[in-house]
């Protein structure tokens, strides 16, 4: 598990805290929109993705929100033996063993199979705001739920006959698509240049097992996500 963005994400609230002016926030408005670069990164798979993450919250107090939360990325992964089923394991590598003693396949022979992967999350959950610095926000996503799709395209080289051989029976119409739910928790900041226009940076963690016939383990999957935001609604404060 990738956490480099996670300690980017605690070194910047860190410093902001020790240089923004403490007391409270005067203006908090009802409603807030983000939209902003995203990244996810799930090692697992060696799957690195970028994409865009948008956010609509809603706040019933000035602690705590509760909001919907879409992402879109694509990017690429490989698929090797060690990330399968077991039975599929030892039926790959015996096929390999043959194949390998005929001399049809060197001795140094490993099997990949890239592939190019689209993935879409949607998730619902509550927020919750420490907003007693003038101009920072922090807030942090104890846990928050979705569904997640991924489609994943196999593009394993045209000279590789094995592994042409092993896509057409993982996946035979040349894509393999799956949607499942998985849970997270996460958080970051809102440094606030006005009442209605902020910039964010967040960071989460997130567990999900896609493609449970194919992939024997379920992973982790970091996202970094950092982009304007944008308050409105009335001033919930007065």
Same mark, same amino acid.
């Given at each position: 598990?990738?956490?480099?963005?996670?300690?980017i994400?605690?070194?910047? %609230?860190l410093v902001?805290l020790?240089s923004? !002016?403490?007391g409270?926030?005067?203006?908090?408005?009802?409603y807030?929109?983000?939209v902003?670069? !995203?990244?996810?990164d799930? *090692?697992?798979?060696?799957?690195?993705e970028?994409?865009?993450?948008?956010q609509?919250?809603?706040? *019933?107090?000035? +602690?705590y929100?509760?909001?919907?939360?879409?992402?879109?990325?694509r @990017?690429?992964?490989?698929?090797?033996?060690?990330?399968?089923?077991? /039975?599929?394991?030892?039926?790959?590598? /015996?096929q390999?063993?043959?194949?390998i003693?005929?001399?049809?396949?060197?001795?140094?022979?490993?099997l990949t199979?890239p592939?190019?992967?689209?993935?879409?999350?949607?998730?619902v959950?509550?927020?919750?705001?420490?907003r007693?610095?003038?101009?920072?926000?922090?807030?942090?996503?104890?846990?928050? =739920?979705?569904?997640?799709?991924?489609?994943?395209t196999?593009q %394993? !080289? =045209?000279?590789d006959?094995f /592994?042409?051989?092993?896509v057409?029976?993982? /996946?035979?119409?040349?894509?393999?698509? $799956?949607t499942?739910w998985f #849970?997270?928790?996460? @958080?970051g900041f809102?440094? #606030?240049?006005?009442k209605?226009?902020a +910039?964010?940076?967040?960071? $989460?963690?997130?567990?999900?097992?896609l493609?449970?016939?194919? #992939?024997?383990? @379920?992973?982790?999957?970091?996202?970094?996500?950092?982009?304007?935001?944008f308050?409105f609604g009335?001033?919930?404060?007065e």
């Open positions: 598990m990738s956490i480099f963005p996670l300690r994400l605690l070194t910047v %609230a902001l020790a923004s !002016a403490f409270q926030q005067t203006y908090v408005t009802r807030d929109a983000y902003g670069y !995203a990244f996810l799930s *090692p697992k798979v060696n799957l690195f970028n994409g865009f993450a948008a609509v919250g809603f706040r *019933p107090k000035t +602690w929100s509760f909001g919907f939360d879409y992402s879109y990325s @990017g690429d992964l490989s698929l090797t033996p060690n990330l399968l089923p077991v /039975a599929l394991q030892q039926q790959l590598g /015996a390999l063993g043959q194949l003693g005929a001399g049809l396949l060197p001795q140094t022979y490993t199979v592939a190019n992967s689209h993935t879409q999350t949607f998730a959950g509550p927020q919750l705001a420490y007693h610095l003038t101009h920072v926000t922090l807030f942090l996503r104890p846990v928050f =739920a979705g569904a997640i799709h991924e489609s994943a196999p %394993a !080289a =045209a000279s006959f /592994a042409q051989g092993v057409k029976e993982l /996946a035979p119409t040349g894509k393999k698509t $799956d499942t #849970l997270g928790f996460g @958080g809102d440094i #606030l240049f006005t209605h226009f +910039w964010r940076v967040q960071a $989460d963690l997130v567990y999900d097992h493609f449970n016939d194919l #992939l024997q383990d @379920g992973r982790f999957t970091t996202r970094f996500s950092v982009g304007p935001a308050n009335r001033n919930i404060k």
